[in-house]
């Protein structure tokens, strides 16, 4: 019976040893401190990568106060660290921990949080002790990540994950005429994209509460600068490595977005799961309950194979 014991204690050591080894780090810019966890295997790193956030407020975990808890973000950290890849994750400026350096989460530009992702590929450099790092870049993160790589010899390649192919006022037009119970506000809609197109600002005060929202003035400056990017142009200017990965059941990017980023960088490896949604989750077809529901759903696990794809990209390409 005590060699029983020994023998279970033994393997419980061995266990706990093996567990991803999970730390604060922090990162320096120009206006403050950004704060974000690195995971890493227990074993040594066979990269490292630095997961860059989509739109609006959201953490290093990959969640929001906006009605966000899927945890997409910390669930790809572990199952990478599972897999030999180390991850830095981290709060948006204006956010969590990072919360000082831009007290008005609304006065930010694409170039800061570019910016704020080529500052965290060199943490990641440092901390894990690999000569680049990988951007994985989710949802309007595949910008800021394509971006971020622009003549920085510091990043291995680029992972797109749910990532718009299209200027960003296309994909706004698409995703509210995708919802028939927009139509009475389209006009306003319409008017407002295409002002902020010409890098015009534009008066809300009549318009539906829900335009005033999705236009508010303060954030009127950011989404000009964001209307102006092309992601597919920065894609074909990109000569490093390069996986798009997109999902069937996606209701926010659509296939017609890796669509326009596979044909504008042909040497990119793709990859196209049927059954994914936006938040990176297995999802039924046809089922918009089942689909938004699992924004919020932190057990549901992240696509089956996705992070198996991810992790075999990221470590052949040292």
Known sequence: ????????????????????????????????????????????????????????PTDRNGN????????????????LAERGVATVRYDKRGIGGSAAVAPDANAVTVAAFAGDAAAWIEVARREVGTPCAWLVGHSE???MSLVAAQDNASVCGLVLLSAPGRRFGDLLRDQLWSNPANW??????????AALERGEKVDVSGM??????????????????LFSRDPAALAAAETRPMLIVQGGNDIQVKRLDFDALAAAQPKAETLFMLAMNHVLKDVPENDPAANIGSYSNPDLPLAAGLADELATFLTRRR
């Open 64 to 79: 929001s106060p906006l009605g966000i808890s899927a945890s997409t973000y910390r669930m790809l950290a572990e199952a």
């Open 184 to 193: 009475f506000l389209m006009s306003d809609a319409l008017r407002a994209i």
């Open 208 to 225: 539906h509460e829900a335009l005033q929202r999705l236009f508010y003035p303060g954030v009127q400056g950011y989404l000009i600068d």
């Open 1 to 56: 019976m005590k060699g029983v014991c020994v023998a279970a204690l033994l393997a419980m050591t061995i266990a706990a040893a093996a567990q991803p080894v999970s730390r604060e780090v922090e990162a320096t810019v120009a206006d403050g401190t950004l704060r974000g966890t690195l995971l890493a295997p227990a074993a040594a790193s066979k990269a490292a990568a630095v997961i860059v956030a989509g739109s609006g």
């Open 141 to 143: 993160g595949g910008l």
